[in-house]
């Protein structure tokens, strides 16, 4: 029973809970929290892997080794090779100018950054459809000049990059703001170019912050589905991504198949997931540390 007391030195009412009772209300919300977890997200990925097995191993190997589901892997690893990088490059600059420097569309360029996190991924598809479709701005010329955008490989590397754009720098910012440009103040005073100071001061300290955002970018660059099916025409063996392909293949009933290479996607994440818990174990004794530096 949870008693109330005056304190009369302070002029504060204490509330005091017996032990007891917090300890069931915290074990009803672990109990609540795990309960979903194994709902929402333990039962459906053993689904899937119970699906991917369903006729055997070796039916789940063949479904992966067939020639579409090969190409559909290659595609998406080249998606992802391509728009990682650039996205890597493109946070790095956008988190160094925003948290080092002040100037005029600051706030403006921190907008355009999480535009992708409010814009539904098949409305990113259709801009570039908008843009470069056979009735689109550039489409008359792209069709003089023989360059081919949407239904191809550079379209769904455009659409990648377009929904990656914010993680590797959303995970740097506050990261960056948190440290403070001491250190990269100190090192230019000593005489450091530039260059020597991204390299060795800013970089070290923020690695596992990048390390972070990469893999975030990377799992949502193979898992894309909304604004590659836009653009990529699902032409099978060409322009069909893991996660297209996969759609396909449930489509035609093909369900073992269809499991087996869902699978795939499935191994990812989990191994995304293992990445990341890495990543924040480093990352947040790297925050503890420049607190303690910092502190009186």
Not at 48 to 75: S, T, Y
Not at 236 to 248: A, C, Q, S
Not at 252 to 280: D, G, P, R
């Amino acid at each position: 029973m949870t008693s109330i007391a005056f304190d009369s030195r302070s002029r504060t009412v204490v509330v005091a809970r017996p032990a007891a009772e917090g300890r069931l209300v915290r074990l009803a919300l672990m109990g609540t929290a795990f309960a979903f977890l194994f709902l929402f997200l333990f039962i459906p990925l053993a689904a899937v892997f119970h699906e991917a097995l369903g006729k055997g191993w070796e039916a789940c190997v063949a479904a992966v080794a067939e020639p579409d589901a090969q190409a559909a892997i290659r595609l998406t690893l080249l998606a992802a090779g391509l728009a990682v990088p650039l996205n890597l490059v493109f946070g790095v600059c956008a988190a160094w100018a925003l948290t080092r420097f002040d100037f005029r569309g600051k706030s403006l360029l921190i907008t355009l950054i999480d535009l992708p996190f409010s814009v539904s991924p098949v409305i990113a598809g259709l801009i570039y459809v908008l843009m470069f479709g056979a009735q689109g701005w550039f489409g008359p010329w792209l069709q003089a000049h023989d360059i081919q955008i949407l239904f191809a490989v550079p379209g769904i590397v455009l659409a990648t990059i377009f929904v990656t754009v914010p993680f590797v720098a959303r995970e740097l910012i506050p990261l960056m703001q948190s440290q403070g440009c001491e250190e990269e103040e100190a090192a230019i005073v000593l005489g450091a170019s530039g260059w020597r100071v991204f390299w060795h001061v800013t970089l070290p300290n923020i690695r596992w912050g990048l390390f972070y955002g990469v893999i975030l970018c990377n799992a949502r660059a193979m898992g894309e589905f909304g604004a590659v099916s836009v653009v990529s025409g699902h032409i099978r063996g060409l322009t069909n991504t893991l996660p297209l392909h996969v759609e396909i293949l449930y489509n035609e009933y093909n369900f073992a198949a269809a499991f087996s290479v869902a699978s795939l996607l499935a191994l990812l994440a989990l191994l995304t997931l293992a990445l990341k818990s890495l990543a924040e174990w480093r990352l947040h004794a790297q925050t503890a540390r420049i607190a303690l530096e910092q502190s009186p």
